[in-house]
C-alpha cells in the first residue's frame, strides 16, 4: 500500500477510536455517580475488608445498580458512628441497609423496606428464656448507642436500665464479663458474631416484638431518589431475596451453641422473610390493580356524569328551539321561583297565528326554521331571571318574575313590535296572540297559567295579533 494510503487508514482509525472514547466517557457521564456510607462492623448485613464493601447489603447493593443504573461507590469509613455524621454532612448521598426512625427521619428519606430480620436477646446460658424485653426486669440490658433501639426502647420500655456501647462487639464482650446481663441486637450479626468471636458462654435467648425492616436512607437533599429505588425493591424477585438470605445465613454454628434455639430462630426468620417480602408481592400487584380500576372507574363517572347531563338537558329542553320545555316548566318552575325568591309576576302565554297555514303554504320544514326564528326573539327580549319556555306546538310562556300588569303589558307590545320588524320571508308577516294573568303568593302558579290562557283565548277570539290582560288581580 502506498504511503499515502497508509496515512489515510491510520488517520480514519485514529479518529474512530476517538468517537468511541468520547461515546464512553458519554455512556458514564450518564450513569448517576452516588456515594454510600455503610456499617463498617455490622455483619452478615455489611461490612468492610480491605476497603471492600461486603456482606448481605453488598449483594443487593450491586442488583440495585443494575435496575436503577446509579453507580454506588463506597465511601469508606472505620464506624457506623462515622458514617452517620457523613449522612448528616452531607459527605454521603446514601446508605444501603437501616431502620426507619425519627431522629433518621430529619436528615434522611427511607425506600420501601426490603430485607427483614427479628432482634433477638442475648444472655449468659444459665439465663432462662426472656419472652421479650417486658420481661427483662432490672437487668442491665446493652445496646449499641448509634442503633435504632437505643432510640426506641426508651419511648417504648423507659424503666428498662439501659447501658450503652459503641459497638455490637463491645456490648458482647461486656456481657461476657458481666458487665450487662442482657443484649439486644439483629439475629443475624449476633449469631455471627458469637461464632467469630468464640463466645460459647452466651446464648440467644429470647425475642423481642420490634422486628428490623431494612430500607435505603437517602440524603434529604437527593430524595427524588427515592421513587427510582422503590421501584428497583419491587422489581427484585423472591428468589432474589431468597439467594441472598441463604448466602449469608448459611454460616457454620458453633458446637456450644444450642442448636434447636438456634435453628428455631433462623427457620422462623426465613418463614417471616418470605411471607413479608410475599405480602409486599401481592400487595403491590393489588394496588396496581387497584389504581387501573380506580382510572378505568373514573372515566366510567366522568362518561356517566356526561350522559347524565345530556339526559338532563335532553329532558328539560325543547329540541327544536333549545327553549325549556313545558316538563321543566311543570317540574322546575316552583324550585326556580324559590330559588330566584321570586313570589310575584307575570304569566304571559304566547301563541303564534294562523301558523297551520305557514305549514300548509311553505312546508313544515319552513315552519320549524320560522318557530326557531320566533324563539331566538323570545328570547332576546327577555332579561336575567325571566323564563320561556315552549309550552306546545306554536305556543309559548314567559315569566316575568316581579313585573305587574303595565310592564307585562309593555313587554308584550315590544315583543310584537320585534316581530313585526323581524323578517321572516317568504312570509310577508307573522303575529302572535298574548294573554297575560298576574301570579301572587295566594295561588298556584298553574291557576295564573289558567287565566293567561283565557285571555289568549280571548285575542283569538277577537281577531289575533293582540294582547288581553286578567285584571282581575
Ligand atoms: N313546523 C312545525 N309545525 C308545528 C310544530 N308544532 C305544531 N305545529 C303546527 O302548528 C299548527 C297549529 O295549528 P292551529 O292549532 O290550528 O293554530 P293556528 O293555525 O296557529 O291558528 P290560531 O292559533 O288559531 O291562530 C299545526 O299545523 C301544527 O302542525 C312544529 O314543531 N313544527
Same mark, same amino acid.
Given at each position: ?29 450518564? /450513569? ?50 462515622? #458514617? ?153 424477585? %423472591? ?14 454454628? %458453633? ?75 311543570? #317540574? ?9 325568591? %321570586? ?17 300548509? /303554504? ?12 320566533? #324563539? ?21 310562556? %314567559? ?55 283565557? /285571555? ?18
Amino acid at each position: 500500500m502506498p504511503l499515502k494510503e497508509r496515512l489515510t487508514v491510520k488517520r480514519q482509525l485514529l479518529m474512530l477510536c476517538f468517537f468511541i472514547g468520547c461515546w464512553l466517557s458519554k455512556v458514564q457521564a450518564n /450513569q448517576q455517580q452516588l456515594y454510600f456510607c455503610a456499617d463498617p462492623d455490622w455483619m452478615p448485613y455489611e461490612g468492610i475488608v480491605a476497603g471492600k464493601h461486603i456482606g448481605i447489603a453488598e449483594d443487593y447493593a450491586q442488583i440495585l445498580a443494575e435496575l436503577t443504573g446509579f453507580k454506588l461507590t463506597l465511601k469508606q469509613t472505620k464506624t457506623w458512628q462515622e #458514617s452517620i455524621r457523613n449522612l448528616q454532612a452531607g459527605y454521603c448521598d446514601l446508605t444501603l441497609m437501616l431502620n426507619r426512625s425519627e431522629e433518621r427521619e430529619q436528615y434522611l428519606a427511607f425506600s420501601l423496606p426490603y430485607f427483614f430480620g427479628p432482634n433477638v436477646l442475648v444472655t449468659k446460658s444459665d439465663i432462662p428464656f426472656l419472652q421479650d424485653l417486658s420481661a427483662l426486669g432490672d437487668r442491665k440490658l446493652g445496646v449499641v448507642a448509634a442503633y435504632r433501639l437505643a432510640e426506641i426502647i426508651p419511648q417504648f420500655y423507659p424503666n428498662i436500665n439501659r447501658v450503652l456501647y459503641n459497638s455490637e462487639e463491645e456490648a458482647l464482650h461486656a456481657l461476657d464479663q458481666d458487665e450487662i446481663e442482657v443484649y439486644v441486637g439483629s439475629l443475624l450479626s449476633v449469631n455471627m458474631r458469637l461464632q467469630q468471636h468464640g463466645l460459647t458462654e452466651l446464648k440467644i435467648n429470647g425475642w423481642v416484638a420490634m422486628q428490623d425492616e431494612l430500607r435505603i436512607g437517602v440524603i434529604r437533599s437527593k430524595q427524588y431518589l427515592i421513587d427510582d429505588f422503590n421501584r428497583a425493591i419491587e422489581a427484585i424477585s %423472591v428468589r432474589q431475596h431468597n439467594d441472598i438470605f441463604q448466602r449469608w445465613t448459611n454460616a457454620r454454628i %458453633v458446637a456450644t451453641t444450642d442448636y434447636t434455639i438456634l435453628w428455631y430462630f433462623m427457620i422462623s426468620a426465613a418463614i417471616i422473610i418470605v411471607i413479608v417480602v410475599w405480602r409486599y408481592y401481592v400487595s403491590a400487584t393489588v394496588s396496581k390493580a387497584l389504581q387501573t380500576k380506580n382510572a378505568e372507574l373514573e372515566v366510567i363517572k366522568e362518561q356517566l356524569q356526561h350522559a347524565n347531563k345530556s339526559l338532563e338537558y335532553l329532558s328539560f329542553h325543547d329540541n327544536l328551539t333549545g327553549l325549556y320545555n313545558r316538563h321543566y316548566f311543570n #317540574s322546575s318552575i316552583k324550585r326556580h321561583l324559590i330559588h330566584n325568591q %321570586v313570589s310575584v309576576g307575570a304569566v304571559l302565554i304566547i301563541d303564534i297565528d294562523y301558523f297551520k297555514r305557514v305549514n300548509d /303554504q311553505y312546508g313544515h320544514a319552513r315552519g320549524d326554521r320560522i318557530l326557531k326564528q320566533f #324563539s331566538s326573539i323570545l328570547n332576546g327580549t327577555i332579561r336575567d331571571g325571566d323564563l320561556v319556555a315552549r309550552w306546545g306546538g306554536e305556543e309559548f310562556v %314567559v315569566l316575568l318574575p316581579n313585573a305587574n300588569l303595565t310592564q307585562a303589558h309593555n313587554w308584550a307590545k315590544r315583543f310584537q313590535q320585534a316581530l313585526a320588524e323581524y323578517d321572516f320571508s317568504p312570509l310577508k308577516t307573522l303575529t302572535a296572540s298574548i294573554g297575560i294573568s298576574l301570579f301572587r303568593g295566594d295561588e298556584s302558579i298553574e291557576a295564573s297559567i289558567e287565566r293567561a290562557d283565557q /285571555q289568549l283565548y280571548c285575542a283569538k277570539q277577537q281577531g289575533r295579533n293582540c294582547i288581553y290582560i286578567d285584571d282581575k288581580k
